[in-house]
């Protein structure tokens, strides 16, 4: 976790003497901790060691000393470390436990379902198409790229009326991509940052929270005539500072238990999947309508930031309010059945059609846009609910040394 003033802290501390080092193994603990599993003080310690001596500048005689981990773990605002890891699966009792907790929350600190929100990110495989893709031989590249991992990071936000959507937060690699030059920066489609592995870091969520966040909330209950009060839920990632950093004014943050968040969050009750699944719609969509002209892997060779931006803000727009409002269902299962005055409009907040739902795309929808594609005969359902679930759990899949390094 992150402590209370470790942006402050990580200004004060030593500078790393092998910033790499640093890095590095800070993507890799960051991994662990999304894939649940234990990092204590020795498995750090133990992991250092090993990464240095991988690096062309490594320290020589480097012991990663207690002192050391005191000062990456300042540096990075850690605050504990795990013995056990999170559950994965979650904890039903614990859910339950957190649920009434929750409730009585809301009804004390007299909050409506516009002013609590949820944010969470989820990595997208950008470039990626199932297995069987690709099986033309006219494709000789096409082994290499249809398991592409081309990664970017997304995060989510929107409270629970569901009639307030915050922009996607896009993170890269680049800090000023090529791709984005004539991009209009004053309205762009995302909120775009970059970090060195496309990871979400602490200081871009504390960046987020107070420069597009908090503005953002407070201009939306201004215009509903709501007070100035909202609270934010996010999991324990360590990514994500301490509440006690996360706070301006009346708007505050309330952090999920580790072993629940699986079973309570609203967004990943099928929202980032609906995101995903749309913006996968896109992708083939694209391919269809130019394979005439283009190959299958010279038109996903043009697939960049710039393409994923708009597309990606295509498909976050494409989610509808109802599904919003359903992904809180099993943590506030009365939002659903607030009174008219709270869950109808205020303002210039609309509704769409509720007849209507574009963020439903199914399996077979997809496998039928597969079979207009050259080379993808042999895809079946179970390939797509495969490709689908591809980049579910992205932060739990383990980085190899390499991939941590570079």
């Not at 976790?1 to 802290?9: A, F, Q, V």
């Not at 990595?123 to 790229?145: D, I, P, V, W």
């Not at 209009?184 to 909120?191: I, Q, T, Y």
């Amino acid at each position: 976790m992150i402590t209370k003033d470790s942006l402050g802290n990580r200004c004060k501390a030593k500078k790393a003497k092998n910033e790499t080092l640093n890095d590095a193994l800070y993507v890799w603990f960051c991994a662990e901790r999304e894939r649940g599993l234990p990092v204590s003080g020795p498995i750090i310690q133990e992991k250092a060691i090993k990464l240095n001596k991988q690096l062309p500048d490594c320290v020589p005689n480097f012991t990663a000393s207690q002192g050391w981990l005191d000062r990456w773990k300042k540096w990075h605002g850690i605050r504990q470390l795990s013995i056990t890891g999170e559950s994965l699966s979650g904890d039903n009792s614990t859910a339950d436990d957190y649920k009434n907790k929750f409730l009585d929350f809301v009804k004390e600190e007299n909050l409506t379902a516009d002013q609590i929100y949820n944010a969470d990110e989820t990595g997208l495989f950008y470039r990626m198409l199932q297995n069987k893709t690709l099986a033309s031989k006219t494709e000789k590249y096409a082994k290499g790229y249809k398991k592409s991992k081309d990664r970017l990071t997304i995060m989510a936000c929107s409270n629970a009326s569901g009639k307030h959507k915050f922009p996607l937060l896009l993170i890269g690699k680049a800090k000023n991509p090529q791709a984005l030059k004539n991009v209009n920066r004053d309205s762009p489609p995302v909120n775009y940052k970059s970090q060195r592995s496309a990871w979400m870091n602490s200081k871009t969520f504390k960046n987020w929270f107070f420069y597009c966040f908090v503005p953002g909330v407070t201009k939306y209950l201004k215009d509903c005539g709501l007070p100035i009060k909202a609270v934010l839920l996010i999991d324990n990632a360590p990514s994500h500072p301490s509440a006690d950093v996360l706070v301006s004014g009346d708007i505050t943050v309330k952090f999920l238990p580790p072993n629940v968040t699986a079973l309570l969050q609203p967004m990943e009750q099928g929202v980032l999947e609906k995101i995903k699944k749309v913006y996968r719609r896109q992708m083939l969509s694209t391919i269809i309508d130019n394979e005439g002209e283009h190959g299958v892997v010279e038109i996903l060779k043009t697939f960049n930031v710039k393409t994923v931006m708009y597309m990606i803000a295509e498909s976050w727009e494409q989610v509808t309010r109802i599904s919003l409002i359903k992904s809180w269902k099993k943590l506030w299962k009365g939002v659903c059945d607030l009174p008219e005055n709270i869950i109808q409009p205020v303002g210039n907040c609309n509704m769409e059609n509720n007849h209507y739902s574009p963020d439903n795309v199914q399996p077979q929808e997809l496998l039928d846009m597969f079979q207009n594609i050259d080379g993808c005969s042999e895809v079946e359902e179970n390939d797509i609910t495969l490709w689908l679930g591809a980049d579910n759990n992205v932060g739990y899949e383990p980085l190899t040394d390499e991939e941590v390094i570079t």
